[in-house]
């Protein structure tokens, strides 16, 4: 089957740096999506890995590791804007996206 | 202007009823989708459509139908409108290899 696992809730803290995790099983892959979506909003694309390793852009940084089925999305100097939820979707055989329910994340002053 | 957009923004109606959301992309996309998030979160692939193959999400039931008018728009009809089918409904467009989805703003719709 496939599967797509992050936390439920994270909390962090202005100017923190926080790192949220997602494992899955898809049937085949071709690379991982992360979006973010704010309340009410529709998702808004942040990064896409294929190969092994970490993407940096900005303040936000991507790993994969498809050995490992694991990625992490990671976050620096958080902003109060940053609270959202961010969803972690992989790419299956057919192209399809496969979303997780996301990970909601609470910044606090 | 917008890449992806969805109309209308909320629709509220009665079981029984049918309805329909409308999709529209300015991005000269090849393939179009419809989502469905739950009260969950959890986002849903129902259908995905470019003008040579419709997939469908065999857990969709056939109430719910999408029809493309042009390459430009893919609308959602749904028939018989249940109760169950209240969520927000996601339209999204990609091109090619260029797998990046970008989505609509959504259609929150509630069925009373």
């Known amino acids: 089957g496939q599967n797509i696992d992050q936390p439920t809730e994270m909390t962090a803290t202005e100017g923190a740096i926080v790192q949220i995790n997602c494992t899955y099983q898809?049937?085949?892959?071709?690379?991982l999506f992360w979006y973010q979506q704010h309340a009410g909003e529709a998702p808004t694309f942040l990064s896409y890995?294929?190969l092994d390793g970490l993407e940096e852009k900005g303040r936000f940084s991507s790993f994969l590791s498809r050995s490992k089925g694991y990625s992490y999305l990671l976050l620096k100097e958080l902003q109060m804007k940053d609270s959202a939820s961010y969803l972690c979707a992989p790419l299956d055989s057919n192209y399809q996206l496969i979303w997780g329910a996301g990970t909601k994340l609470i910044i606090k002053p | 202007d917008t890449a992806v957009s969805q109309t209308p923004k909320y629709l509220v109606t009665q079981m029984g009823n049918d309805k329909s959301i409308k999709c529209e992309q300015n991005l000269g996309h090849d393939t179009m989708y419809w989502y469905k998030q739950d009260s969950k979160k959890f986002l849903k692939i129902m259908f995905s459509y470019n003008n040579k193959e419709l997939i469908i999400n065999e857990t969709v039931p056939n109430r719910f139908s999408p029809k493309s008018p042009d390459k430009a728009h893919l609308n959602l009809h749904i028939n018989s409108l249940e109760l169950g089918d209240s969520a927000v409904y996601f339209c999204?467009?990609?091109?090619?290899?260029?797998?990046?989805?970008?989505f609509g703003q959504g259609t929150r719709l509630t069925v009373v």
């Open positions: 898809t049937s085949g892959f071709n690379g």
């Open positions: 890995n294929v």
């Open positions: 999204a467009s990609s091109q090619g290899d260029l797998i990046w989805a970008f």
